[in-house]
């Protein structure tokens, strides 16, 4: 049975889920706006990856964890806290968007790490002009646009009480209270101080300094409501093309998937990290 903890000799507690299995260990990171039940689809609970042993855990901001001002360094020092507190001596890490990031960090941090994944954690949708090649330049920038926009609307919403149809549609743990209201978490505050960095905005440059075993995996579909077509489409292209070329530790898959690929391929997702990973 998975146990639920809570770290807490840390600068802020941090929530984990230990699913259980006996061999190397493997922490797992959520994406913005996620909590660490994105990786239930994966069916950990008491088996791990192929008997390794898989430790999930909420971001700071994010489901049971505390708040605290996004910084990647510190972010970090939450996952160093979290390795710590359970004994995991050195983790391969695993990451899912955000989380995809921040295992990317990890590795430069880490070089000795057995090996991470970073299953389409590479660059922003919402991303600099030159990363989607082939596209008429007018289109593109009209595009961006309509996805500027709809992030912004997005980012305005979690600021405001959820009205009851939408509360019953998110998980109990991304949601807090305040003054009788429910509202989601993370806050506005921390999606912008995420959505703003370079960091965020490009991973794809650091990949070629990971001097650890990698996997990168991309998903071949659009993500899930979002506006999708031709700005998808050159936005994969840019990542195929800068992807390109990367040292021979470093493997790139392919996953027939959109970026919700955990939902929507979770075996195949396990079997390409138990196939990776020692």
Request: net charge negative.
């Amino acid at each position: 049975m998975p146990q639920d903890l809570v770290v807490d000799d840390h600068e802020i507690p941090l929530a984990v889920r230990d699913h259980g299995g006996r061999g190397t260990p493997v922490l797992l990171l959520h994406g913005l706006g996620g909590t660490l039940e994105a990786w239930d689809p994966l069916g950990l609970d008491g088996q791990g990856l192929d008997g390794r042993r898989a430790v999930s855990m909420d971001l700071r901001g994010h489901g049971l964890s505390g708040d605290a001002p996004w910084d990647w360094t510190q972010v970090l020092d939450d996952v160093e806290a979290v390795v710590r507190y359970l004994g995991l001596g050195n983790p391969a890490v695993v990451g899912h968007s955000l989380g995809g990031m921040l295992a990317t960090r990890w590795a430069l941090r880490h070089p000795e790490c057995p090996g991470i994944v970073n299953l389409d954690g590479l660059r922003s949708a919402e991303s600099d002009p030159g990363n989607y090649p082939g596209m008429d330049p007018a289109a593109r920038d009209e595009e961006l646009a309509r996805l500027r926009a709809m992030f912004d609307a997005q980012a305005a919403s979690v600021s405001h009480p959820l009205p009851d149809e939408l509360r019953a549609m998110l998980p109990a743990r991304a949601l807090t209270e305040r003054d009788g209201q429910a509202y989601a978490r993370p806050s506005a505050e921390l999606l912008a101080a995420v959505r703003y960095t370079p960091e965020f905005r490009d991973t794809v440059p650091l990949l070629r300094r990971v001097a650890c075993p990698a996997l990168v995996v991309i998903p071949t579909q659009d993500p899930p409501g979002m506006p999708g077509g031709a700005l998808m489409t050159a936005f994969r292209r840019g990542v195929r093309r800068d992807l390109a070329g990367l040292p021979a530790h470093i493997r790139v898959e392919e996953l027939e998937a959109s970026h919700a690929m955990l939902a929507e391929q979770p075996e195949a997702v396990a079997k390409l990290i138990s196939g990776f990973l020692p």
